[in-house]
């Protein structure tokens, strides 16, 4: 409803000087009444007393009661000159009501709209009043606040299924140093496919594109006296052809982004089992590591190693 409606605006359109009265219902001896600051209402505006008060609660059983059966009211006022212009007259334009029962159990009444209704009427008639009231506690209960979160914990990478069971586990740690190394060993090597323990950096085994390109550049600035023309050239390619063929299969749509996540999930867990493999190989006798000498090479080459942990 508009202020023009509510008796807020005259005739011609001027605004009005309106404030608000409100009367609690405590103390039970002098319910406490105070007055808002007088504003000048105008058309396309709301009137914003911005009013902040201090309200006596005594804590005691007839303000329990009182807080119960009883309400906040609020009268929207306004001053107009009477017959003689020196003389100031008042008169109700509207009012509300607040329910106090729910600071029996609660402390905040945050950001309440109060439905005002015209004078001697009780259904609303569109206009409003912010009311916003807060107690240090409760006047009956304690408050009770349910609130739901999410903790995030981040810890140690898991291989999923490529883990070891629990069986494993205590097997290998009832055992002496040597043996559960070279147990661990053998285990890890089982897991892993012939051609990630031969050649664990093969084109064909590197999924993502940031690690695709990151083996470009490493091959690029490589020193040409360390590795062969001939095998610089089919590195290359190799590299070259897998990274298009992964642009490629995104731009015809063959592959989604969720499908590309859970490659790099999957070869993210088969990669920690080679981190973990080459780990327990160099601390077992050349002997007793279950890799072939070109694997422990691979991981100890400059940049190979940053690849794999960038992978990981």
Known sequence: ?????????????????????????????????????TVRTGLG?????????????PRLGSTEHACRRRSLNFLVRRRKKGLLKWWDEEETITHGQLSLAPL???????????????????????????????????????????????????GPWSTGRLSPTAASKEESQGLPEKERKDALAAR??????????????????????????????????SNPEK??????????????????????????????????????VERVKRDKVCSHLHFWCFSLPRSSCPLPSYFSFCFLRRGRSQCLVKTA
């Open 1 to 37: 409803m508009s202020q023009r409606e509510a008796g807020l605006v005259g005739s011609e359109g001027e605004g009005e000087h309106v404030f608000v009265r409100y009367e609690a219902p405590f103390p039970k001896d002098a319910p406490h009444v105070g007055n808002t600051a």
């Open 45 to 57: 505006h709301a009137a914003d007393f911005n009013h902040r008060a201090k309200l006596p609660l």
């Open 104 to 154: 029996l159990s609660q402390c905040d009444l945050l950001e309440v709209s109060v439905p005002l209704a015209k004078e001697g009427r009780r259904r609303p008639m569109g206009g409003s009043l912010t009311v916003s009231l807060r107690l240090h506690h409760p006047l009956k209960e304690k408050e009770i606040a349910r609130e739901e979160g999410r903790t995030l914990v981040v």
């Open 188 to 221: 890890f090597a089982e897991e892993l496919t012939e051609l990630e323990r031969e050649d664990p950096l093969n084109a064909s085994l590197l999924v993502s594109n940031d690690v695709l390109e990151h083996e470009l550049s490493l091959l690029a600035a």
């Open 227 to 264: 590795l062969l023309e001939s095998e610089r050239v089919i590195r290359e390619a190799e590299l070259n052809m897998k990274l298009n063929l992964l642009v490629l299969r995104v731009q015809r749509e063959e592959i989604t982004i969720d499908q590309y996540v859970s490659t790099l």
